[in-house]
């Protein structure tokens, strides 16, 4: 019932890649490209980040310089989700970039606009949470009270997850870059 | 794909809202307008306080898709408390229950272990209440006949640049609507209103969102081709069907300027915005001053007050 974060991400990627159903979908890319000239990431880095290069990565065992250097950077995904619908060997890249992204974020790769916004899930089971001004213009506009939910509750569910320790570990990176600065 | 006969469905007479925190939060006249036009319509909406956030199919999914597994399957536990489907005014948390609610269904396993987490917290699902986007209700449910008897001011003569945006028909095995690439629903419910939908290149464009969290300047270039060729087709207005869409071309534009010195200032409209202003609705009941890009001037000259 309980998920922690994995002890070795990196070696957790690869199993993943190799013996699950995301493997099989892996191994019959093609390397065709039409993934890449489809992702406007890609058009707007010239390349530098592009869909084909990461699941090449995926697919050699390069699981360690995709989560660990994030060289490249799959958190750049937009989540258009064109290369997904494109792909004619139907690779399951939606998943396959959210599988390393998550292994990324255990390891405590993961950008703060990221963590940032699950941290006020966690805090206020809202990404966005309800501001004063926001309740008055509500209140105007004649709407109901944008109400609060049961925070234990979520709280509760978070915990069995990896995501309460990925929380940990960047509030605890971004106190101690407070403090440096 | 339902293109032939857009009618298919009928109407269930009442649905959980699920506004979604974008929308409720920070952008709440998006809500005013939703509701006005579905009580227009006739179709009950109930509210569950207990709504949490979908969770973002984008922020949260990346960071733990155990985590947005188990909230979404939540608030999918509430709906079917409350007996009744769920419609949903974002692309991002339709996609999110819709896409929670599937794999759970789909993998005993997984259900097996959010049901034990579930039960801790005296909740339960069982994968009965289904989830629409509020333009599957309004295209499948409604029907153009329908939303034209509302009408009684049409759009007509004003030029609309429809952006559907990324995750009202993508992922399609998850999201099963529409087009994938080249979705036509949302189009198809702004025709019934009276106004002309422009073709133009980068429609399927994304707004760039998601990679603005993390390289500002590929988010500014995507949206500079998306402007352009929105200039290049003379729309008055820009229509969306998400809130983060929404925000983003909102505020691109200023980033546009800062960017790349180039003007641009053509008004955001959601597309329950011009369903309400052709069913009547003032534009100081909706809100319309709210809009970071003021659509006031431009729509009175269309003759709305």
């Known amino acids: 019932m309980e998920k922690n974060i994995h002890s070795n991400p990196a070696a957790f990627l690869r199993e993943e890649f190799t013996d699950s159903e995301l493997g099989v979908s892996l191994s019959v890319c093609y390397n065709c490209s039409t993934c890449s000239t489809s992702c406007p990431v890609a058009l707007e880095t010239r390349g530098k980040f592009n869909p084909r290069s990461i699941i090449q990565l995926a697919n050699f065992g390069y699981e360690e310089r995709l989560i660990k250097d994030l060289s490249p950077n799959t958190w750049e995904c937009s989540m258009c989700e064109v290369c997904q619908e494109v792909c004619p060997q139907h690779v399951d890249l939606h998943e396959v970039f959210i599988t390393i992204k998550n292994a990324a974020a255990e390891l405590g790769n993961i950008p703060k606009s990221y963590s940032s916004e699950t941290n006020q899930v966690y805090l206020h089971g809202k990404a966005v949470p309800l501001q004063p001004a926001i309740a008055k213009r509500r209140a105007q506009l004649g709407l109901p009270i944008s109400p609060e939910v049961s925070i234990s509750e979520i709280q509760h569910l978070m915990n069995f997850t990896p995501a309460k320790a990925i929380l940990d570990q960047a509030n605890a990176k971004s106190s101690s870059q407070e403090e440096s600065a | ?28 006249f998006i809500e005013k307008s939703a509701r006005y036009v579905f009580e227009k ?59 929670v609610r599937q794999e759970l269904l789909k993998n005993p396993e997984e259900k097996k272990v959010v049901q034990v987490r579930l039960e801790e917290i005296g909740r339960s699902f069982a994968g009965t209440s289904e989830v629409k986007h509020f333009i599957e209700v309004l295209y499948e449910n409604v029907g153009s006949d329908e939303i034209k008897k509302s009408i009684v001011k049409p759009l007509t003569g004003m030029k609309i640049a429809m952006h559907p945006g990324c995750h009202y028909s993508r992922p399609h095995e998850l999201v099963h609507t529409d087009d994938a690439l080249y979705p036509i629903y949302p ?43 929105i200039q290049e087709a003379e729309a008055d207005f820009i229509a969306v069907i998400c809130p983060s869409c929404f925000l983003q071309l909102e505020v691109g534009q200023r980033a546009m300027k800062k960017a790349y010195q180039m003007e641009v200032k053509i008004p955001v409209l959601y597309v329950t915005e011009l369903m309400a202003l052709a069913f009547g609705a003032s534009m100081a009941e909706i809100g319309l001053k709210f809009h970071q890009v003021k659509p006031i001037k431009v729509l009175k000259e269309f003759g709305f007050e």
């Open chain 2, 187 to 229: 189009r198809k419910v702004v025709e019934a209103l009276g106004a002309t939908v422009v073709d133009y290149q980068e429609e399927l464009m994304c707004c760039g969102s998601g990679v603005a969290r993390v390289n500002e300047d590929a988010a500014n270039g995507m949206l500079k081709r998306k402007y352009s060729s």
């Open chain 2, 41 to 99: 319509l006739g179709i009950e909406l109930h509210d569950n306080s207990e709504f949490a956030c979908c969770p973002d199919p984008v922020g949260v999914q990346s960071t733990s898709h155990d985590a947005w597994l188990t909230l979404g399957a939540r608030n999918l536990a509430l709906a079917e408390e409350d007996q009744r489907p769920i419609v949903s005014f974002c692309n991002g948390c339709s996609e999110t229950l819709k896409a």
């Open chain 2, 1 to 28: 794909m339902v293109l032939e006969s857009e009618k298919t469905e009928s109407i269930p007479l009442k649905y959980d809202i699920f506004v979604g925190c974008t929308i409720q939060n920070r952008i709440p």
